[in-house]
């Protein structure tokens, strides 16, 4: 599974990377909305994909460095954002 870029396919929305220069990450491409969310997309291979169909099962780690959890929002359909 790799982070994909554009974030929205078709959506022409700006994009920041974090982690760009951080060699101990991917370089994740987001969009972030006025509010601060962030909005992230994700390619999964066809071996990963077959396995989801299998299992059902998504695992998700999340690293909060001690700090509070932030709250997710997966989801499998293409979001409806707009510029603004």
Same mark, same amino acid.
């Given at each position: 599974?790799?982070?994909?870029?554009?974030?929205?396919?078709?959506?022409?929305?700006?994009?920041?990377?974090?982690?760009?220069?951080?060699?101990?990450?991917?370089?994740?491409?987001?969009?972030?909305?006025?509010?601060?969310?962030? @909005?992230?997309?994700?390619? @999964?291979?066809?071996?990963?994909?077959?396995?989801?169909?299998?299992?059902?099962?998504?695992?998700?780690?999340? %690293?909060?460095?001690?700090?509070?959890?932030?709250?997710?929002?997966?989801?499998?359909? %293409?979001?409806?954002?707009?510029?603004?």
């Amino acid at each position: 599974m790799t982070p994909a870029s554009p974030v929205v396919p078709g959506a022409d929305l700006p994009e920041v990377v974090y982690a760009k220069d951080q060699k101990q990450y991917l370089p994740l491409p987001a969009h972030r909305l006025p509010d601060g969310t962030i @909005l992230t997309r994700w390619r @999964l291979t066809w071996p990963e994909r077959f396995l989801i169909f299998l299992t059902g099962n998504l695992y998700l780690w999340v %690293k909060t460095f001690h700090q509070p959890l932030q709250p997710l929002a997966p989801t499998v359909r %293409k979001p409806e954002v707009t510029l603004g």
